[in-house]
């Protein structure tokens, strides 16, 4: 505008002088104007788009800019004789500004902004490259857009997006662990994330498929909806799954209402349904509902390499029932289905009622698996019918198990034979458990004799299994003839000695000399006996073989063997002296 200003000034002094009649009525014209401007009319600046018909003008000075807005001139000024021209090149031009200034310069020095709205903000405006990860972001779930994004910009678009978008969105388009972390500590709170390979991507998806499958309900008539869409997160899943441990799987839905006797409601009751002891046993031997079939999740999960399965429900309340504990027949079919052909390497089912007809069912399927290494059957009602299904297994050269739990269980005399007769066949085999069984003596005496033709087991536990003096000298067998495979032992809680029995005859022969009169000190208590009387402590006074013969055999067995660093003989009926003596042995081979 100071330009234009400036230009339209130069044009007014060139121009021709008018003639007399178009001089008045420019006079007359030109006091208009000043009418009007004496009036309080604002006055414009020369040059600004209105001809001046004077011959000769007077130009105003410029008598400063004020802060806002463009200079302004007063009519006195303007009618000054001694005022500078308003486009002098020292001042700028009409808009003002400091000599020496460009032509942008004096643009923008004349150029003011002042905001209506209190709350506008005077800073900067944003970076293009921050408004569109804002863009990103707030439409991430729309347009999910990671591929081409620098990474500086790609990790606060990730740093940014909502925990809460469609997991079908960010499992296969989010890899990064900081989106994963954040989007487990709020749903999972307690978890640890190196129990999940440090990963917590896993973390966040081997929990959310856990709480899935244990909170999944099956229908026993259309459920094909439901087994979709839980086979759909099973695939969503399964690249990040590794390990899956159940606690509980819920049975399948029943509409059984009971009622009285009549077949009525109990009055007394307030009219609430009761049951009549009849229909309470009857309730109490129903078929239980099936759970949900995890061959789906076998199928699905393809990565997967450790399943714990507990087929039970916790926190059922007042809505307890048997029907809700155990794995049926059909259960154990679906899993027996997938179990041959799986990758897994370590199965667990404990406390799940898998009795002999179950058992052998998983077994059959585990003939064909090449892959799993631990098998885990524990506190279950597995007998002699279903230790003959594992024994097959365990006698497949195919089978790589290599640790085998059976603890309380019911396993007797004819299973634990079959089993003794698999491990002369078995080289994979390196640890068994076979504690809280049904063994008995000659139990004992058949595994220890079994545990002799086998070169490759470290570590038994026949722990609680009611052995006794038949299964000592197995063992004293095993331990000499022991090469250096075998490193651990545990016989505790079984009758291996007859220590107690001699103490306890001891005090009584003690008690009835102190009556007769007979001196006390030639019945003192066996725990202060020197070695000179050891003849007494294995019962030679009292005709009883098996007193403490038991310790003095296992300590002379143990001193001929160099590998065992582990023997457990708490609780086995043993003198302490003995006890002492063999654990003295088991540590300088532990030092070896």
Request: proline share 5%; net charge neutral; with cysteine.
């Amino acid at each position: 505008m100071a330009d234009a200003a400036g230009d339209d000034g130069e044009r007014d002094t060139l121009a021709p002088l008018p003639d007399a009649a178009s001089g008045a009525n420019a006079a007359a014209s030109s006091s208009g104007i000043a009418a009007d401007a004496s009036a309080g009319a604002p006055s414009q600046a020369p040059g600004a788009g209105q001809p001046h018909s004077k011959p000769e003008r007077k130009q105003s000075t410029v008598v400063g800019m004020q802060d806002h807005g463009p200079p302004r001139m007063t009519s006195s000024e303007g009618n000054s004789g001694n005022s500078t021209s308003g486009n002098d090149p020292s001042l700028g031009g009409i808009g003002g500004g400091a000599p020496g200034m460009s032509h942008k310069e004096r643009i923008a020095a004349n150029r003011r902004i002042i905001a209506e709205d209190p709350e506008w903000n005077l800073a900067p405006i944003e970076r293009l490259s921050d408004l569109c990860v804002k863009m990103i972001v707030a439409n991430f779930e729309k347009k999910p857009i990671l591929k081409g994004i620098p990474e500086k910009y790609r990790d606060r678009v990730i740093a940014s997006v909502s925990i809460d978008i469609p997991l079908t969105i960010a499992a296969p388009l989010i890899p990064d662990e900081s989106y994963w972390q954040r989007r487990s500590k709020v749903r999972f709170k307690l978890a640890n994330v190196q129990e999940h390979g440090g990963s917590w991507k896993r973390l966040f998806f081997e929990l959310y498929l856990r709480d899935r499958i244990e909170t999944f309900v099956p229908k026993k008539e259309g459920g094909e909806k439901q087994l979709a869409e839980l086979a759909a997160e099973l695939r969503l899943g399964a690249p990040f799954v590794e390990c899956i441990h159940l606690r509980q799987l819920k049975p399948s839905q029943t509409s059984v209402e009971p009622t009285d006797g009549d077949g009525g409601k109990d009055p007394t009751a307030g009219g609430m349904p009761v049951m009549s002891l009849k229909e309470v046993i009857a309730k109490s031997s129903d078929v239980h509902p099936d759970h949900v079939d995890l061959s789906l999740v076998l199928d699905q999960l393809v990565y997967l390499r450790e399943l714990s399965i507990y087929y039970g429900v916790k926190d059922c309340g007042i809505n307890f029932s048997w029907t809700y504990f155990g794995m049926t027949l059909n259960d154990s079919l679906k899993l027996s289905s997938s179990l041959g052909k799986c990758m897994l390497r370590r199965l667990t089912i404990q406390a799940s009622a898998i009795d002999d007809d179950r058992c052998r069912l998983l077994c059959h399927a585990l003939l064909s698996n090449t892959h799993l290494t631990f098998l885990d059957l524990s506190h279950n009602k597995i007998a002699d019918s279903g230790a003959r299904g594992i024994a097959k297994v365990i006698a497949t050269p195919t089978v790589l198990l290599s640790d085998l739990r059976l603890s309380n269980n019911k396993i007797g005399q004819a299973g634990v034979q079959s089993i003794g007769k698999a491990l002369s066949l078995n080289s994979n085999l390196r640890h068994l458990d076979l504690r809280l069984n049904h063994l008995g003596d000659p139990g004992g005496h058949t595994i220890c004799a079994a545990l002799t033709r086998n070169k490759h087991l470290q570590d038994v536990d026949l722990s609680g299994n009611g052995l006794g003096s038949k299964t000592v000298s197995a063992l004293c067998a095993l331990l000499r003839k022991n090469g250096a495979a075998l490193v651990g032992l545990d016989l505790s809680c079984n009758k291996l000695g007859n220590y107690g029995h001699t103490v306890a005859m001891e005090a009584a022969a003690a008690a009835a000399a102190a009556a007769t009169g007979v001196a006390s000190s030639a019945a003192a208590p066996a725990a202060g006996v020197s070695p000179q009387r050891e003849a007494n402590l294995f019962g030679a006074n009292h005709g009883n073989i098996d007193g403490d013969l038991a310790g003095k055999m296992i300590f002379e067995a143990i001193s001929q063997n160099k590998y065992v660093t582990k023997l457990d003989l708490r609780m086995s009926d043993l003198s302490p002296e003995y006890l002492v003596a063999i654990q003295g042995i088991i540590n300088e081979n532990g030092m070896i």
